[in-house]
């Protein structure tokens, strides 16, 4: 089992659980992280940090998730530092359908 980051991520952008991770495997987007499921050591220790609490453990409930964290892990960079989270990050927590209306392809700056 391993854990992704879920839509509740999108248009927030906490990193709150990229500087407790100990492999790395959080890459960023635009407006969202995802976490590299191959990489990902299922330790848990990202889980309760996210103020979205965006961060599930692996399921049948959340398999879209599970692809979606694979596919732009691949595309988007490494990010291993805390940043700021987006500036309207506590106004997007409870926001329904962000998927659907807010998702961004591109990539983030990741860590330089």
């Known amino acids: 089992?391993?854990?992704?980051?879920?839509?509740?991520?999108?248009?927030c952008k906490?990193?709150?659980?990229?500087?407790?991770?100990?492999?790395d495997?959080?890459?960023?987007?635009e407006n969202m992280l995802v976490i590299n499921p191959d990489e990902c050591i299922d330790c848990g220790v990202c889980e309760p940090e996210c103020p979205a609490?965006?961060?599930k453990p692996e399921?049948?409930?959340i398999l879209k998730w599970l692809e979606l964290n694979r596919e732009y892990s691949a595309l988007w960079p490494n990010i291993t530092?805390?940043?700021d989270p987006l500036p309207?990050?506590?106004a997007f927590k409870a926001v329904p359908n962000?998927?659907?209306?807010?998702?961004s392809k591109e990539a983030g700056e990741g860590s330089k």
């Open 59 to 61: 399921n049948d409930n």
């Open 81 to 83: 530092v805390k940043k």
């Open 88 to 90: 309207d990050a506590d």
């Open 25 to 29: 495997c959080f890459y960023e987007g």
């Open 53 to 55: 609490e965006a961060i």
């Open 98 to 103: 962000k998927f659907e209306e807010h998702f």
């Open 14 to 23: 906490y990193t709150d659980c990229v500087e407790v991770c100990p492999v």
């Open 1 to 11: 089992m391993t854990f992704v980051v879920t839509d509740d991520c999108i248009k």
